[in-house]
């Protein structure tokens, strides 16, 4: 691959625990490949940890059918009981739901006996499937702001706000290094295009649990999230010993932290609109970054396109949910 | 004639038309020994255009309307924003309203028409006391929407469902005029756009109309009821009643068979025969059973007897105007020749159309002179003179009167 000089020059100008390496010669594509090689290289080193198949009850109870299936402790996921189920299960379901309590990814291994439904969008009370849905679409914009720029230009993202509803839309904010760019229309409508490109591909969404030294390995290149890390750890289950992050990777083309659950696959998209691009102030990072503002609905619903334009005119204001903030480590919200 | 040019002929006549659709283009125009008569043209033009109803170029209209699933709130809330979007009168245009032109009967001048709906008929009485029926007809939420003045027109391509006059092509420009504002959620993106120009709510029917370019009018004007005076004369064109595959009797009035009363056997409502003994075959244009109705029907000369100014209701004489209730209708100057020398340069119907005043309110109901107002005192015997009673007078005492 062609390793291409940045003209910009570079400069820390926040602590951070560990060293950001120089990616003054790297391309966007390049360090996303890394990023994915080490995810690989994890998943596959706590794959192997399970020496033994053990078998877990789960109970589904779906207002069609309700079962009993055994499937494998650790390795089995909410999306292999709908498959035993039913095509309609697999293909709406975005979460499921543990013991009514817990809400879980459709591609996160299950690790005890319980209860499981599936939710999707119609439902009644569908808040945790709309900011899933949300989180989702703000994780996607990462990735189209890393793929669609040429590669003279480095694209740093730095994390998303959770998602609000108050606002009008979802919004990633990162440092784009494009000077004052003010996208056109048809710069909005082909970054879009590249959403709905992924719909296409069908790419499912997968967590991974990571310590933080193979975070910060990870992120190697990555100043904001690398600065991120120390205040996103935290115990994931009652019996782990470390702290961990977890990470989402997409298909096979993305890696990024995000606390929260994301939908099942990028099937489940259905329209997706680029809004606006607003310059915002970092005083954590002590620098000006640009907030990618967009606005995006479930295939599921099935909206006219003079209600959505209309949407769409709203989304176009400036987001004003919270600018990224590195606080404590234990309060910090700031990525969920 | 030629046998072989005979053959030649009969299947030009009778064969399905080639693609370019426009009427002015004859396909046999080559061979000039068969004279195209009036009722041979009639014939053709009815074959031609008796299943297209549209040009394929037009936009797709209907859109939408499926359940989008909202909560009633949000249902409401959209009924609202579309109610708001098109709430403002003013044109959201920033150029000023365009020059009015002037009226003039040398080079003649035709005025927009308008697109009416049928809504039913009515009785009324004229000042002799004679009741005839009228047709109601409401003009309802019309805007003019477009304008493409004569050098933008390929006149030779024209899809026209009632042949432009030779002599008016290359001269006319063609405005398009919508009726009855509707829910942009109801058509596609496409023909929505139609309208963003003009600023007006999307129509739910669009119609042409070929006017001369001196009766231009803005994109986003709308047009009123006001457009004719009362005591004008109108041509209506609309579709009329479909009464689907109909026999002969009902079509053309024929005759049919007896009853069954007198042993006709099989014989009641029949064509009978089909042609002469002599020649064998069935000339074209013989009346058959057939699909009844559902074609553009112009009735010409309808007088305006009335106006109602708040609803936009024109009253038209008589009640065969063509279509159902509830059908659209074009309603237009009328070029009948008796009518058309009334209009001169000083008493001609508002031009290029109705503009309202501001301060000037108009009053709700206008009448024609000789239609008979109730609200009115009625006609006393003071107001007639009457004869004094007297013998007849022959023609003789007459002529020796005179002297």
Redesign the interface.
Known sequence: MMKIRSCLTFSRRFQSTSSAQSRNHLTNDEIRAHRLRIFNNERQVQIERIRRVEKIEIDVQDPIQSTKLLMNKNLSTPLHCARHLSSVLVDRSCLALIDDQHIWDMNRPLERDCTLKFLHF?EENCEEQNRAYWRTCSFIIGYILETAFKSTYHVELCSFPPPQFQAGSFAYDAQLNLGDWKPTRDDLRCLSIQAYKLRDRDLRFERLDVTQSVAEEMFAYDRFKLAQIPHMLRLVTPTDTQPRLSVYRMGDCHVDITRGPLISSTKQIGRFEFSAVHPIDVPSYNETMHRVQALSIPAQ???????FD?LLERAKKKNNASVPTLGKAKTAEKLE | MNRALQTICTRFLTRPLLPVSSVNFIPCAGIRHHKLTDQHMRLRYKKLHWHKFYDDKWVQRRGGGWDEKLTPENISFMQEVVHDTYANEESPLKDGPWKHGEYTTNPETIRTGVLGLKLGTLPQWNKKGQKFYVTVVQIIDNHVINYTPPEMINFRTLFTTRPLRRDLHGKVGMLVVGALSCDPRKFTRAYNGLFEQAGVPPKRKLTRFFVTPNSVIKPGTPLYATHFRCGDYVDVQARSIDYGFQGVMRRYGFRGGPSDKYGATKFHRKRGTVGSGRKHRILPGTRMAGLMGNKLVMMKGLKVWRINTKYNILYLMGPAVPGPNHGYMRIQDSTLYERKQKITNENHPPFPTYFPENGKVLEEELFADDIYRFDQPTLTLDDVQIAPLTSRRTAAKTAQKKK
């Open positions: 119609m619903l099935h909206l006219h396109y003079w209600t209309y």
